[in-house]
């Protein structure tokens, strides 16, 4: 599955933005969905998971409450809805595709190309 990130840009901090992740080559409702992100100098981290039907969704602790994901099976796209942003939200996010329900990076097996997101203070 070939996996296109969009909708990242430059907010203010406690604005809000909605990154997408438009999936296409197979079945977009058989994978597992999942978000990452990237700030400069730091590893890549986990940021929340969404299982096939959309039923079950899981998040780091850090964007509890301010951010969530959905996905649009119909649609072959996946969402990540971000609200109350903080400086330290400021990173590249990227979307993966996967097999199994984890916050492992390692178990993705597909990555989109990653969208810049930078919240000013």
């Known amino acids: ?10 907010v203010q901090a406690g604005g809000s933005l909605r990154l997408s992740c438009a999936a296409s080559g197979r079945t977009f409702g058989n994978y597992i969905m999942a978000w990452f992100r990237q700030a400069p100098g730091k590893e890549r981290d986990f940021v929340a998971v969404i299982n096939w039907s ?10 509890k409450s301010r951010f969530t994901i959905f996905r ?8 990540l809805q971000m609200n109350s942003l903080k400086p330290e939200d400021t990173a ?22 990653g969208t810049l997101v930078t919240v000013s203070s």
């Open 1 to 10: 599955v070939q996996l296109q990130a969009s909708g990242g840009g430059l």
């Open 72 to 79: 649009d099976n119909a649609k072959n796209t996946l969402y």
């Open 92 to 113: 590249v996010y990227y979307c993966a595709a996967g097999s199994l329900y984890t916050r492992t990076s390692s178990t993705y097996a597909y990555w989109g190309q």
């Open 54 to 63: 959309g039923g079950s969704t899981y998040y780091t602790d850090s964007v």
